[in-house]
């Protein structure tokens, strides 16, 4: 029987130190406020995706959808309460590495006035894809033949 514990605390120690260590603790929203933007392309970003900052993890992205009027991509994410970011501030989706995992990149901006819990970050930039990058170059490639 003490084996037996001993292995349950074990392995529910090395999931807790997994999630711990992948950054995918539950985040509360006490803790954080919702801020949302719109891109014209959102390339393969997933939920829980990470917000960062500088490198620096601020959030996760928390909802995907498409907006049925204007046909863009509506992200909502949480950003830590102790990361305030201006209203000019800029999203952009950025990969890490050459195919590794989407996420949000925030860019600080000039203004003094801090954008409100649940405002759109209006200054976006849509995820690069690779496949439409390789097309337009053998494109690029065929219109330059003779």
């Known amino acids: 029987m003490w084996v037996g514990i001993f292995v349950v605390m074990g392995i529910v120690s090395i999931t807790f130190l997994a999630f711990h260590s992948a950054n995918l603790m539950p985040q509360s929203s006490k803790d954080s ?10 390339g393969s970003l997933a939920v829980k995706a990470p917000v960062r900052s500088a490198g620096v993890i601020v959030g996760r992205v ?6 049925s009027k204007k ?9 830590n309460n102790n990361y305030r970011f201006s209203r000019d501030v800029s999203a952009e989706i950025m990969t890490s590495g050459l195919l590794g995992e989407q996420y949000i990149n925030l860019t600080q901006g000039a203004e003094t006035v801090f954008i ?4 759109q970050v209006t200054i976006t930039s849509s995820a690069i ?18």
């Open 33 to 42: 406020y919702m801020l949302y933007a719109e891109f014209n392309n959102v």
């Open 62 to 67: 928390v909802a995907i959808q498409l907006d």
């Open 71 to 79: 046909y863009l991509a509506r992200v909502h994410f949480l950003v």
């Open 116 to 119: 409100e819990p649940n405002e």
């Open 129 to 146: 894809v690779l496949e439409q990058l390789v097309n337009q170059f053998i494109s690029g490639l065929n219109n330059n033949k003779p």
